[in-house]
């Protein structure tokens, strides 16, 4: 099972041979008293108590650990800029091996440290913090300590396998430059790619393509994880299986995913992106779902969709947006006002094609006529742009720009994602746009679009609703001025509460719950497994604390995950 145990394969550093053994030793100490909750650790290594390889692997690795404020407090804080929660140290590991070192120094002690990976650190609700633990930087994994810690991608294309193998600290967008060097590319994206593989992969991973392909989760072929026993595993379908299923959607619950294997396809040249605008739910949503059942060629490569509430459209003054036109946003604030409804609608389409000539071109432009014809958008109200593959795919990354320059990047932002049951949609649209949100004063973006559940393997750990098709919603919504957090989050709180009363049977996306019955019903079915998957692979539960799903390490948890376990 074990690909290579970490204390096999130890290369000691330089640093480690350059260094008297006790002046090494002696900063050891200092270093490593932080980490323990208790003098033990101390005792021990005073007493020369470590068994060698051990001490040897310890040394090395804390070394690589920042125990400096300012390297805490940046740890201390993600995108969602609302809780903050410091680690005792940063680890800069320059190897897998120095994830599985640092596990089991965690390990070694009377009360293990929690450890916890941070991609970029894009989570809404600390899910990536590490409350007095250790925060490892998945990103050194990326940088060549070689020459001046440039960045090394470490990513390898297989052309005749079409796979790609990346490590999980690499960026999607990067992902995406060096495939296309290849012509080819995976198949499914984020809106935004500037997140690491193995943060999306501890989620889901979803998107436009999600409908054909399943999300990010159903295009790997294997992985190499970290477990939070310290040992360093391959696995597969076919291979540990039951570790790799857990991992995807894990929620970094399991291990650390240091290397996937990702499905690649022929990159497409160039993309006719596409929205079309609705005035009514049924028309909007029964499109969508006439669009997702299109698998095959003929219809859309990506589907996604929006929810304007006419508040955003109908005040303030109109600037063009990073696809609309101001005339075009005028356009749409004129059918908002004509509704009369709380929300207009568009779908958000994208048709791919190869070549980059005219006929290429006129050929994709017939066909999206012939797919338009099929749809009940309102009359008038499609709007298409022709742009290359990059330039869609890394159309939030150009937003992410004129935000960060208009100083509302780094604010909080009180996200809201779920999945709800396509038999629902309406009830919540109802409910929620034309109810809690009526009279919100939006800053963001509101998602809302179908997936088909048989593209999700049951086996993966991350949780959906029962429906064969069920609708991803994102509110992504930004605080910007005094009071916005408290508002944002009572309206929140307002929609789980009506999903809740009302029975939809909605699911959280990127969750997070306050109790453990709330990830028991998140989880439903998969409770007992995910439990028993826990102890089998992370018993003292020091990894990924902020998810807030078990307790902190050594105290007493592992009875508890113990007793909920059925393995
Ligand atoms: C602007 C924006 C747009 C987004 N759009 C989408 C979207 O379209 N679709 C979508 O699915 N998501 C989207 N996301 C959410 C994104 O998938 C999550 O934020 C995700 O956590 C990735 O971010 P990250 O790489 O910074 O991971 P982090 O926030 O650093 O980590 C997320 C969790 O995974 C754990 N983790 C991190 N790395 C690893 C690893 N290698 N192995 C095991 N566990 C690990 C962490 O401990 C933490 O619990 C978006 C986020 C932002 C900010």
């Known amino acids: 099972m074990q690909l290579a145990n970490s204390s096999h394969t130890v290369c000691v550093p330089t640093l480690c041979n350059n260094m008297p053994s006790r002046a090494y030793l002696a900063s050891f100490l200092i270093v490593t008293s932080f980490l323990s909750t208790t003098s033990h650790l101390h005792t021990l290594a005073a007493a020369g108590a470590f068994p060698e390889s051990d001490d040897i692997f310890a040394l090395d690795i804390v070394s690589k650990i920042r125990t400096d404020r300012n390297s805490t407090i940046k740890a201390s804080m993600d995108f969602g800029h609302i809780v903050e929660a410091i680690p005792n140290g940063v680890l800069h590991p320059t190897s897998p091996n120095d994830i599985a070192a640092l596990i089991r120094l965690s390990l070694s002690q009377p009360k293990p440290f929690t450890v916890a990976p941070r991609g970029q650190g894009h989570s809404a609700r600390g899910q990536a913090l590490a409350p007095g633990g250790v925060v490892v930087d998945m990103r050194s994994l990326g940088h060549d300590h070689h020459d001046a810690g440039r960045r090394c991608r470490r990513i390898n294309v297989s052309t005749d396998e079409l796979w790609v193998d990346v490590g999980g600290e690499q960026l999607w967008i990067d992902v995406l430059h060096t495939t296309l060097e290849h012509g080819l590319a995976p198949r499914v994206w984020t809106d935004y790619l500037h997140i690491t593989v193995g943060g999306t992969l501890s989620n889901g991973g979803i998107g436009g393509q999600a409908f054909r392909h399943g999300p990010q989760i159903s295009n790997v072929h294997e992985l190499d994880v970290v477990t939070g026993t310290g040992d360093m595993v391959s696995c597969s379908p076919d291979k540990n299986s039951d570790l790799f299923f857990a991992a995807l959607g894990g929620l970094g619950q399991f291990g650390v995913i240091t290397r996937a294997r990702i499905a690649l396809e022929r990159a497409p040249k160039r993309v006719l992106w596409v929205r079309l605008a609705y005035s009514d739910v049924p028309s909007f949503t029964g499109d969508q779902e006439l669009l997702i059942s299109k698998r095959s060629a003929g219809g859309f490569d990506y589907i996604e969709g929006q929810v304007q509430l006419n508040r955003t459209l109908t005040e303030g003054r109109r600037r063009s947006s990073s696809f609309f036109s101001a005339s075009e946003l005028d ?38 006529e012939r797919l338009l014809e099929e749809l009940s958008f309102v009359p008038g109200h499609a709007f298409v742009r022709d742009v290359s593959y990059v330039e869609f795919l890394d159309r939030v990354g150009r937003d992410e720009q004129k935000l960060r320059s208009a100083g509302v990047w780094d604010v909080p932002h009180p996200w809201l994602n779920l999945f709800v049951p396509r038999s629902r949609i309406v009830d919540f649209d109802a409910g929620v746009f034309k109810g809690i949100l009526r009279d919100t004063k939006p800053v963001g973006l509101v998602l809302m679009y179908p997936m ?31 009071g916005d957090v408290e508002q944002l989050e009572r309206e929140n709180a307002a929609v789980l509460e009506f999903c809740h009363r009302e029975r939809i049977g909605c699911k959280q996306y990127l969750p997070s719950h306050a109790s453990r019955d709330g990830w028991r019903r998140h989880f439903g079915d998969k409770w007992s497994r995910f439990a028993a998957l826990k102890r089998k692979y992370d018993p003292r539960a020091i990894l990924s604390p902020g998810q807030g799903i078990f307790s902190a390490a050594g105290d007493g948890l592992t009875d508890r995950v113990a007793s909920d376990s059925s393995l």
């Open 452 to 482: 088909n559940r048989d593209r999700w393997d049951d086996r993966m750990t991350a949780a959906t609703p029962d429906d064969d098709v069920f609708y991803a919603v994102g509110l992504l919504r930004s605080a910007v001025a005094a």
């Open 331 to 368: 356009q749409l604030a004129n059918l908002a006002h004509g509704t009369g409804s709380a929300a207009i609608y568009y779908i958000e389409g994208a048709m791919y094609y190869h070549g980059d000539d005219d006929t290429a071109s006129s050929s994709s432009s017939a066909k999206l």
